[in-house]
């Protein structure tokens, strides 16, 4: 791993391994020095994960990863204190919904929806984990977060089990989405399988497998300036702005994704305001 160009790395996380674990093993096979992720996947949950190598760690906050897009199976009649498949089982022998009663109802959970997270999760309550709570049978008030759910499809439905692919925004609870689907039907639903597919703009089909990498495989590796979805700026003095000197301007040369000028932007509280634009009418 070159030193000098930070990557981004686009990679398949497996079933049964936690997420930190599993990019410790990545930073193992690649030799990096260090890694971060742009956000966990539970144990049993497959698919993309988004992790951050040696000197992209600091920029991983840049990254853009307000959407997220999953496959997720959910199987009606039982209701467990995780809210997925893991769990203990806390209810049981709910009636199985026909697709029709499903399809009704799944307009309910697009849009600007609260979602109360499970209790066996990440969500921090008084800067403490809520699974901590929960493994410690500590009570603790747990307060809906308002999430963006965009699209909902039903891919298949057999029996007890239900396929979705869900469009959301992040900090969107899966296992809270099934959970409150089986409520809504007035039985009970837990999530029983979850792959992520996409992340901000990036997606499952251009991830690599740990395997791959291992071998020397390359595929999955982004640089930096690549996975940081922001405006670019060209500056003249690059030993300036390296050694942390400010650089002030009031215009900036404005660019399209290909390097093409398009245009002068004027700097105003952080917002560029297009001064001069090229019209290419002309």
Do not use: W
């Not at 093993?25 to 144990?43: F, I, N, Q, S």
């Not at 999760?121 to 759910?149: C, D, H, Q, T």
């Not at 959301?168 to 837990?190: E, Q």
């Not at 400010?246 to 004027?266: A, L, M, P």
């Amino acid at each position: 791993m070159e030193e000098l160009r930070p990557y981004i790395l686009l990679i398949s996380k497996p079933f049964g391994i936690t997420s930190f674990q599993f990019m410790d093993r990545v930073r193992t096979a690649l030799g990096a020095r260090k890694a971060g992720h742009t956000g966990t996947l539970d144990p049993m949950a497959t698919g993309l994960m988004v992790i951050a190598l040696n000197n992209a760690t600091r920029f991983i906050p840049f990254i853009n990863t307000d959407i997220k897009k999953y496959v997720i199976q959910i199987q009606f009649g039982i209701e467990t204190d995780t809210d997925d498949i893991t769990g203990n089982v806390i209810n049981s022998g709910g009636k199985v919904p026909d697709i029709s009663e499903i399809e009704a109802v799944l307009g309910d959970f697009i849009g600007d929806v609260r979602q109360r997270p499970p209790f066996y999760s990440a969500k921090k309550v008084n800067g403490k984990r809520l699974y901590k709570y929960a493994r410690n049978k500590n009570e603790v008030e747990v307060k809906e977060s308002e999430v963006s759910i965009y699209k909902i499809e039903v891919m298949f439905f057999k029996k007890d089990k239900l396929v979705l692919r869900v469009l959301c925004s992040k900090g969107t609870y899966m296992r809270a989405l099934a959970r409150d689907l089986g409520r809504k039907l007035r039985t009970f639903a837990t999530l029983s399988a979850i792959a992520r597919t996409r992340v901000g703009n990036f997606y499952i089909k251009d991830a690599a497998f740990l395997s791959c990498i291992a071998r020397g495989a390359r595929k999955g590796l982004i640089p930096l300036s690549e996975a940081v979805d922001l405006p670019a700026l060209i500056i003249e003095n690059k030993n300036a702005f390296l050694n942390g000197i400010d650089i002030k301007t009031k215009f900036v040369k404005v660019q399209d994704n290909s390097g093409n000028f398009i245009g002068i932007g004027e700097v105003q509280e952080s917002v560029i305001h297009p001064k001069k634009v090229l019209n290419e009418n002309i």
